[in-house]
């Protein structure tokens, strides 16, 4: 792992990835109440202008509920890369939704689980029991059974939560899919993220010679490490004020 001095500046030559759960801003227990700390979506539109405009929020959030959060100057990207709004663009009213057979086991699955909860995100859907670790076992149990029989799906664990995938929704496939987008190939792609499906990210960028910045403690196959979101803001606010 590199030290963080080691951590190159960021320029024109780089398109910068920013996670927004656990990387922005710190987790909680209510999804619904996250927000970006005082003062950071200025400093991020600051960077963003620095670098020319290849700073993309890219999260599990549908875009919509991302859109809420983050300026809608920026290129943001929801439910791991299934939709994405290029910068001053509003989500679309519409989106695609899960098959029913996975709508009805986020029914079955969570039955009896006291505290704990299915977020539906257009074709993906979450299970959150952060307020009920001791259900885990038993969700991933019932989830897994039933997701055996939904072509495509797959389960990823996460901090506190099972999400119900389909291939597409992927955000080592989003960050390839938003280079071409946003016209950024030439750019070296630098990614930081806190969770499992950033991982998935880092694959990619590790693979295009880019910088893979991994958020707080855990295993990783990121090359550089970031000590939580606090320490995310300090480096923003550095990298746009150079
Ligand atoms: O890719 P991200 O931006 O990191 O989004 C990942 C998931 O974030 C949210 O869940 C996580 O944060 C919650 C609020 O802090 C926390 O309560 C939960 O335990 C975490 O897993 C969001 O609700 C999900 O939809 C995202 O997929």
């Given amino acids: 792992m590199n030290t963080l001095t080691d951590l190159p500046d960021l320029d024109h030559r780089h398109a910068l990835f920013l996670d927004f759960d656990g990387t922005l801003a710190p987790l909680q227990d209510d999804a619904s109440t996250v927000k970006l700390p005082d003062g950071i979506a200025e400093e991020l539109t600051r960077l963003k202008d620095a670098l020319g405009g290849a700073l993309i929020i890219i999260s599990g959030r549908d875009v919509r509920d991302l859109s809420s959060r983050v300026p809608n100057t920026l290129w943001r990207a929801g439910t791991h890369g299934l939709e994405i709004c290029a910068p001053g663009e509003s989500p679309e009213d519409t989106r695609s939704a899960a098959p029913a057979t996975l709508t009805a086991l986020a029914e079955t699955a969570i039955a009896g689980l006291d505290h704990v909860h299915a977020e539906t995100k257009g074709e993906v859907i979450a299970f959150h ?108 606010k550095r990298q746009g004020r150079k």
């Fill in 129 to 236: 029991y952060r307020l009920n670790p001791e259900a885990a076992p038993t969700l991933q149990a019932r989830l897994e059974a039933g997701l055996a029989n939904i072509d495509g799906y797959k389960l990823q664990a996460g901090k506190m939560i099972f999400e119900a995938k389909p291939a597409g929704a992927n955000k080592g496939k989003a960050v390839e899919k938003l280079l071409v987008l946003a016209a950024l190939e030439d750019r070296m792609p630098v990614m930081v993220g806190d969770d499992t499906t950033d991982e998935d990210a880092f694959d990619v960028v590790n693979r295009l010679g880019g910088v893979s910045i991994k958020v707080g403690k855990g295993e990783t196959r990121a090359t550089y490490r970031l000590e939580g979101p606090e320490a995310v803001a300090d480096w923003i």
